[in-house]
């Protein structure tokens, strides 16, 4: 007997032997897909990009501001207990004693004990202005719950992270062999907080994954 | 084959009120938002094209491309499995749920699953199996079928919605799509965490890494991928793609066809299972690849189809959809590709009335983000059909004479001549026919048949090419 690999195979070089399906056109994907001005501003770009898909940018002056910034939400939250990435891939130091001044557990472990967590703090790779979108990838020290199971995320960012469009985030990519995509298990494109049309195409926010997405922008030292 | 009679069915659904308003409320909206989405991309046509090409080019190399998906896989620590079939794919599955002992499966959107019958194979083993999206979740619930590549519970209303989780949940009754989401997202939280395994679909796999690329709004796709210790992908072997160049632009022509964004809210692009250094995520990937007709289709005329993405904006578009919603297609696939596919996947015999379903307007042909040529692949079928010995001998003999009138310009005069002075003789009500004897009834009975006009086009037309020469002199 054959193996259904073999079959396949088989199969779809005996349908392409004849002739292939379609002319031959190696006419590269070239134009990128979403407008973006060259002169367009990426800061304020990205911004707006995310409020649009109800998520919410605090733009931070310094680091002081962006601790302010998550303190202010983990208490309006009033959160608990916190998931986090490791401080070594944040752009932001001191977030471990804000956690413990304000008395905030910081839970690691299974699943369950996650899913306990009020919020998760992460990093982000690069941010993309032209869809409002953050790109997170899995590694030690960057769990991918942290960024799916509570329902606030808290995501750190400093403005030179971010790329005009997700072309040029793959263009990137490609100079390095794609070597993110060994490295990390999952990479995630995050765009705006979990949604919903399935009820009548009526749009619905906050579904199974973060009710809430909040981008704390900080400005890059000069 | 069919469950029901495709004639009984579209006479059920356009006497379903319930199902005419969510039909009219979503396919509106879909359609608008799309239309926007697409509308300020930097070239919606030049990008179609570019979509389209991309398609073209995995097609042409789908063996390579399969092979090269596999060894990527392989090389990030993933197993790939192949299946001839529908059966063979389940019974993969069986043998990986037997292997691990999963007793919990919690399932993100897959149509291929959906075209397989997986959950019932999964039941008839005692294996428990949850949808995780909302919508699956919600006719899941229901005993229903999807009835949309995307929005699989188009065809319920937020009322009847709100019915169904109080009656089966005891939701407590609402209008609010709000709190209905909100409910449920409360009820499947302990089913993520309690399952031993999940299923997805597949977008695109990107052969030159070995990653696999979901879209997806709800969160549910990342959460079945990754915390059940085994994540299994299954994949139409269409759904192979060259380059990250090429997913750019498929990608978000997806998202903004199908639900007028410019990119979903997670775009999921998974690389085997856990690294050993990872602190979460599943611990085994499998990736499973189902022909189940593929190949044949690939080897003929209609190898275009294999092209689709599974968008759903042609289901949208396409004013016969917007009437009959999708269960009057009778399987998984609806809409104007899933009269193309299901008759492809299944045999043109089984579905002999979905390549009729529909008027040839085009209007999905001009929504496919990539280009497919949907009417004329409905025709191609019709031809197959009428050669299968499909139609009855009086409409065999009319279209004969139909042949023989529309080659002779003086038997197309006589013709119109004859008909024009009957039809015109017969009319009462003003100048419409109300009954026609058989085999004319097959209009009659559904609307009033218009008298020719006097005078006739031809007539007209002379006349008015005569005065402008005249004019002109």
Known sequence: ?222 | MEAVPFERAVHLALADEQLQIALDRGTTRGVNARLAAMGETTDPQALRHQARLARERALNRLPELLEQLERNVIANGGHVLWARDADELNQHILTICRQHNVRHVVKAKSMVTEETGLNHALQAHGIDVVESDLGEYIIQLAGEAPSHIVFPMLHKTKEATAQLLHDKLGMPLTDQPEVMTRFVRGVMRQKYLQADLGISGVNFAIAETGTIATVENEGNNRLSTSTPPIHVAVMGLEKVIATWEDYAVLVQLLSRSATGQRMTVYNNLISGPRRPDEPDGPEAFYLIILDNGRSRILASEYAESLACIRCGACLNACPVYQNIGGHAYGWVYPGPIGAIVTPLLRGPLTAPRLPYASSLCGACQTACPVEINIPDMLLKLRRDLVQAGDPTLGWRIGMRLWAIAFRSPLFYRLGGRIASWLTRALARDKGYLRRLPPPFNGWTDHRDFPAFGAPSFRARYLARANSRSNGKR
């Open chain 1, 1 to 222: 007997m054959t193996s259904a690999r073999d079959d396949i195979l088989r199969a779809l070089r005996t349908a392409l032997n004849t002739q292939a399906p379609f002319p031959a056109d190696e006419t590269p994907t070239g134009l990128p897909v979403t407008r973006l001005e060259p002169s367009e501003d990426l800061v304020a770009r990205f911004a707006a990009e995310v409020e649009r898909v109800k998520g919410q940018v605090h733009r931070a002056e310094n680091a002081i501001k962006a601790l302010d910034f998550v303190r202010d939400l983990l208490v309006a939250h009033r959160v608990q207990r916190v998931v986090m990435w490791d401080e070594a891939h944040l752009p932001l130091r001191g977030l471990p004693a804000l956690l413990s001044a304000l008395d905030i557990a910081h839970v690691h472990g299974s699943s369950a004990a996650i899913a306990e967590a009020e919020a998760g703090i992460t990093g982000a790779d690069w941010a993309l202005a032209a869809t409002g979108t953050l790109v997170l990838s899995s590694g030690p020290g960057r769990p991918r719950m942290a960024s799916l199971l509570p329902p606030l995320h808290i995501a750190l960012l400093t403005e030179d992270r971010i790329l005009p469009r997700l072309e040029d985030y793959l263009a990137a990519q490609r100079a390095t062999r794609y070597s993110v995509f060994r490295y990390s298990s999952n990479v995630t494109l995050i765009t705006g907080s979990s949604r919903t049309s399935d009820i009548e195409m009526h749009p619905v926010f906050g579904v199974h994954g973060p009710l809430e997405l909040h981008i704390v922008l900080i400005k890059n030292p000069v």
